[in-house]
């Protein structure tokens, strides 16, 4: 029954049985992130790079550099995978060796024997979600960017005409926090030194009656003094009633704008590299377009990044209510059960996206109803069980 000691300084105040069970799930996980990350790594990016250095002249240690940025996205898209696993596996030992039989023998259900495994998969739902927050967000875009700078260094790694960014700040209105926008930019060219053409709408004071519109020729950013300097503009001042209270012409005119333009400049992240508060401001972006199908698409998005995390759940009910039931099958079995469970699950999920997208269900319901029929499917099974 395992190492009682090592299960007692891992898993320290709980009991033996659980500390028994939850160290017999951690081996299969471990084991399915390793297997799972590895598969999910070739098929996703290993055989395109192997490709690129052969054909394109890709550094080897670009390549590697790429591969370890994009292997946290792959460990999480196995963490579910690995939790269906786990629990297939470990339930399944437990009755081909008849010791589901004794600890019902014992009086304990099925629901507590499953308990563990619902709990590591409320751990494993933390860790994915700060995975998919934190971590995968800026490592998928620094490895996109160093794939970019490593095959086109003649290419920009930013936009270069037509640039419009919007800034939104978080206000209180009647008791609700609401989001609305602060500054609007727009800068016809941008060489990577000097803008050209710029219109600028300032509303970060409108709350104290003050706005302004910044019209110039040209605009370079002073890095010493963190300031902008532009040349040939005229100032709009605008009075709270929308009325110009004041027009300033300047041939040279310093002002402080709230990024740099390279952060102006910088080309939109795919919408599966952004964080969910960056998915959140895009959406914001996106409504100033009232491109009512691309901001359909990204509320899709946002409830698919919401829901993903909770699939560990699903999966560890799924998982031990089928290993829990009397089997004969081996380890190769269940890894070849959770791979079908897997490959279901994921296209319901991306049909349901589809759906979503194409509007015949909500955002929400695009996101979230895979959970719901896997929480039904693995709540019946585990009741059938449970007889």
């Given at each position: 029954m395992g190492n009682p000691s090592l299960s007692r300084v891992l898993l320290p105040g709980i009991s033996v049985m659980d500390r028994y069970i939850v160290t017999q799930l951690?081996?299969?996980?471990?084991?399915?992130?390793?297997?799972?990350?590895?598969?999910?790594?070739?098929?996703?990016?290993?055989?395109?790079?192997?490709?690129?250095?052969?054909?394109?002249?890709?550094?080897?240690?670009?390549?590697?550099?790429?591969?370890?940025?994009?292997?946290?996205?792959?460990?999480?898209?196995?963490?579910?995978?690995?939790?269906?696993?786990?629990?297939?596996?470990t339930y399944g030992s437990f009755s081909a060796s008849s010791e589901i039989i004794a600890f019902r023998s014992c009086g304990i259900s099925v629901y507590r024997l499953i308990l563990p495994a619902l709990i590591l998969s409320f751990v494993v739902t933390g860790i994915t979600f700060f995975f998919n927050e934190m971590l995968v967000p800026a490592a998928s875009q620094r490895a996109t960017t160093t794939l970019t700078r490593a095959l086109k260094q003649d290419k920009p790694t930013f936009n270069t005409d037509n640039i419009v960014k919007p800034i939104f700040k978080e206000i209180e209105r009647n008791?609700?926090?609401?989001?609305?926008?602060?500054?609007?930019?727009?800068?016809?060219?941008?060489?990577?030194?000097?803008?050209?053409?710029?219109?600028?709408?300032?509303?970060?004071?409108?709350?104290?009656?003050?706005?302004?519109i910044i019209n110039a020729?040209?605009?370079?950013?002073?890095?010493?003094?963190?300031?902008?300097?532009?040349?040939?503009?005229?100032?709009?001042?605008?009075?709270?009633?929308?009325?110009?209270?004041?027009?300033?012409?300047?041939?040279?005119?310093?002002?402080?704008?709230?990024?740099s333009p390279f952060e102006f400049a910088a080309p939109d992240k795919n919408l599966d590299d952004m964080s969910v508060a960056e998915s959140i401001d895009y959406l914001e972006t996106v409504k100033l377009s009232g491109d009512s199908k691309k901001m359909t698409t990204v509320a899709v998005t946002i409830q698919r990044k919401l829901a993903f995390p909770f699939v560990c759940i699903v999966f560890s009910l799924m998982g031990a209510a089928m290993g829990i039931r009397p089997q004969r099958s081996g380890k190769a079995t269940s890894f070849g059960v959770s791979v079908l469970l897997i490959f279901g699950?994921?296209?319901?999920?991306?049909?349901?996206?589809?759906l979503g997208q194409a509007e015949i269900i909500s955002p929400f319901l695009a996101g979230w109803l895979p959970n719901f029929i896997g929480l039904a499917i693995g709540g019946w099974l585990i009741a059938q069980v449970a007889k």
């Open positions: 951690l081996m299969p996980f471990l084991f399915g992130v390793g297997a799972f990350s590895s598969i999910i790594l070739a098929v996703g990016s290993l055989f395109d790079l192997v490709r690129q250095v052969a054909e394109a002249g890709l550094p080897l240690t670009v390549a590697i550099e790429v591969m370890a940025l994009k292997l946290p996205q792959y460990v999480v898209y196995a963490f579910p995978m690995s939790i269906l696993l786990s629990g297939m596996m008791g609700k926090k609401e989001q609305v926008l602060s500054w609007l930019f727009y800068a016809e060219k941008f060489d990577g030194k000097t803008m050209s053409g710029l219109t600028i709408l300032d509303r970060s004071q409108v709350d104290k009656g003050f706005s302004q020729k040209s605009a370079v950013f002073d890095t010493n003094k963190n300031t902008w300097d532009f040349e040939n503009g005229t100032i709009y001042l605008i009075a709270p009633d929308a009325s110009y209270r004041n027009i300033v012409t300047f041939e040279h005119q310093q002002l402080q704008l709230p990024k699950y994921y296209l319901l999920m991306f049909v349901c996206a589809a």
